[in-house]
């Protein structure tokens, strides 16, 4: 991680240092650090997807499911083909009580090639 903090001090305006910090923290189970340097590469370049999606992964597993849902969004925003974001934004969507919501996002996943999002729809969505 001490790579990352001298890139940034080196490159400051360089948002895929911070992101990759992020994922550091995120390995190491520092989630705050983790959103907060996802957030900081998403202050410098708002389309960076891969920052959006991984600060998503870390507010679900926080229980913020309304923030989570916001990063899908702003994925699949950003790249309506990802897959995976309809399908993780389809999960809090059902946690959240909106079931015909996330079963619609569980369809589009499987329709874009996540097979086993109709496994999952199927489970969730009775």
């Given at each position: 991680?001490?790579?990352?903090?001298?890139?940034?001090?080196?490159?400051?305006?360089?948002?895929?240092?911070?992101?990759?910090?992020?994922?550091?923290?995120?390995?190491?189970?520092?989630?705050?650090?983790?959103?907060?340097?996802?957030?900081?590469?998403?202050?410098?370049?708002?389309?960076?997807?891969?920052?959006?999606?991984?600060?998503?992964?870390?507010?679900?597993?926080?229980?913020?499911?309304?923030?989570?849902?916001?990063?899908?969004?702003?994925?699949?925003?950003?790249?309506?083909?990802?897959?995976?974001a309809y399908l993780?934004?389809?999960?809090?969507?059902?946690?959240?009580?909106?079931k015909d919501g996330g079963c619609?996002?569980?369809?589009?996943?499987?329709?874009?090639?996540?097979?086993?999002?109709?496994?999952?729809?199927?489970?969730?969505?009775?």
């Open positions: 991680m001490t790579v990352y903090t001298k890139g940034i001090e080196i490159h400051p305006g360089f948002a895929a240092v911070y992101y990759n910090r992020g994922t550091a923290k995120d390995e190491l189970r520092d989630n705050a650090g983790a959103i907060t340097d996802y957030s900081k590469a998403i202050e410098i370049d708002p389309d960076y997807v891969d920052a959006y999606f991984y600060r998503g992964k870390i507010r679900a597993k926080l229980k913020d499911k309304s923030g989570a849902i916001a990063d899908y969004s702003k994925v699949i925003e950003i790249n309506p083909k990802r897959s995976e993780q934004r389809g999960i809090e969507k059902i946690n959240t009580g909106d619609a996002d569980l369809t589009k996943a499987g329709e874009l090639g996540f097979e086993k999002a109709y496994e999952i729809r199927k489970a969730l969505c009775k």
